[in-house]
């Protein structure tokens, strides 16, 4: 599987049998759910703690910590396209509807390269 190639559907698929064939839907409630995707986002984070900008580079070059962090990664994104399929979430109606208010949010003119 490629992101190139990939439907999100796909994605919300192949998670969605990895959980039942585990019998795993008990323990996936919304509340779970969230806290997991918490829980690895501060996995995730974990690999970048202290470290400056000017560092990541070099992190992501070393195969082993950029495969912990890919793993990370993937965690948070399965949990969010668990919580998706328990919440009968559009994913791709969600994100577009997000970017567009933010869009409207955050109009270019005014916040082109600055964040606040």
């Known amino acids: 599987m490629k992101d190139k190639s990939t439907t999100i559907r796909e994605l919300r698929n192949l998670v969605a049998?990895?959980?039942?064939?585990?019998?795993?839907?008990?323990?996936?409630?919304?509340?779970?759910?969230?806290?997991s995707i918490a829980i690895e986002a501060a996995e995730l984070m974990e690999h970048f703690q202290w470290d400056r900008n000017e560092q990541i580079p070099a992190i992501l070059e070393d195969?082993?910590?950029?495969?912990?962090?890919?793993?990370?990664?993937?965690?948070?994104?399965?949990?969010?396209?668990?919580?998706?399929?328990?919440?009968?979430?559009?994913?791709?109606?969600?994100?577009?509807?997000?970017?567009l208010k933010?869009?409207?949010?955050?109009?270019?003119?005014e916040y082109r390269g600055r964040h606040s």
Request: charged content about 40%; hydrophobic content about 35%.
């Open 63 to 99: 195969p082993g910590r950029r495969k912990e962090i890919e793993e990370e990664l993937a965690d948070v994104v399965c949990y969010c396209l668990s919580l998706a399929n328990n919440l009968e979430i559009d994913l791709s109606e969600a994100v577009e509807r997000k970017v």
């Open 17 to 35: 049998e990895f959980i039942r064939e585990r019998d795993w839907e008990q323990f996936h409630d919304p509340k779970n759910l969230a806290m």
């Open 102 to 109: 933010n869009a409207e949010k955050y109009p270019p003119g």
